[in-house]
Nanobody, 127 residues
Framework: DVQLVESGGGSVQAGGSLRLSCKVS????????MGWLRQVPGKDREGVAA???????SYADSVKGRFTVSHDNAKRALYLEMNSLNPEDTATYYCAADLGRSRLGCETVSTSQLYDNWGQGTQVTVS
């Protein structure tokens, strides 16, 4: 059973920074594909950043150069460092993960956003 718990959301002024964390509770894992996605009510969910244990990292064009995704193996946690925030970044942010997938499987998951496991979401508001 895999559980994801996000934290770190909040309200910030434009130009500010936030760091989101996602604690992964699962049996020991080696291979993983994880991502951060966000959603605004009435709009489609957007993939923000994705990474996997095979070295792949990707970002949405809208956040490139401002956001950094990382995974800490020892802490079993996924992070999203967000800088130069603007009001368009306001959304509920979700972390998502699949464990034990192949590299090809991870590519499919990150593209389709069909992760097996999701966090409860954390709100980010930029004014």
């Amino acid at each position: 059973d895999v559980q994801l718990v996000e934290s770190g959301g909040g309200s910030v002024q434009a130009g500010g920074s936030l760091r989101l964390s996602c604690k992964v509770s699962a049996n020991s894992y080696k291979d993983y594909c994880m991502g951060w996605l966000r959603q605004v009510p009435g709009k489609d969910r957007e993939g923000v950043a994705a990474l996997d244990s095979y070295g792949y990292i990707s970002y949405a064009d809208s956040v490139k150069g401002r956001f950094t995704v990382s995974h800490d193996n020892a802490k079993r946690a996924l992070y999203l460092e967000m800088n130069s925030l603007n009001p368009e970044d306001t959304a509920t942010y979700y972390c998502a993960a699949d464990l034990g997938r192949s590299r090809l499987g991870c590519e499919t998951v990150s593209t389709s956003q069909l992760y097996d496991n999701w966090g409860q979401g954390t709100q980010v508001t930029v004014s």
